[in-house]
């Protein structure tokens, strides 16, 4: 419980939403802070940052998540985007620098540039019985959960 308390208070995410550190809100809601990246990929880079501090999104109560969507598609459509990433880390090793759940919502200008979020997709092909395998698997811990 204290190291709870401790990330909470030292959380970088929490003290913008309490105010403590100055942002350029775009949203806020009941459950939603939203404000502009201050370190962008491209020009209207914002982020969403639900309000109850949980470092991933698995943690995260539903409601939360019903919240987030919406803010997202409302900044996507304000900055009249035709194509952009909405992007959302769980842990250090996929990239999450800090740990309080949010997202992106990351404009991508022009396929000519690098602006925005560049990325690689080292897609496999896994055989077809390694996939049957994994989804009875997935879908047997799914029937599992509450």
């Known amino acids: ?15 913008i939403i309490k105010g403590d ?10 459950l939603s802070y939203s404000f502009l990246d201050i370190g962008p990929l491209s020009k209207g880079h914002a982020l969403i940052i639900p309000k109850d501090h949980t470092e991933k999104m698995h943690e995260l109560s539903d409601e939360y998540l019903a919240d987030a969507m919406p803010i997202a598609k409302r900044i996507a459509a304000a900055q009249g985007l035709e194509n952009y990433n909405i992007l959302q880390n769980n842990g250090r090793i996929a990239h999450q620098e800090v ?3 949010h997202f992106h919502v990351i404009p991508k200008p022009s396929a000519s540039d690098d602006a925005g979020l560049v990325i690689g997709w080292p897609a496999s092909t896994p055989a077809k019985d390694d996939l049957k395998a994994l989804q009875e698997e997935i879908l047997g811990k799914l029937s599992k959960l509450v």
């Open 99 to 101: 740990l309080h759940v």
């Open 21 to 30: 550190i100055p942002s350029f809100k775009l949203i806020e809601t009941e």
């Open 1 to 15: 419980m204290a190291s709870a308390a401790r990330s909470l208070a030292s959380c970088i995410f929490c003290k």
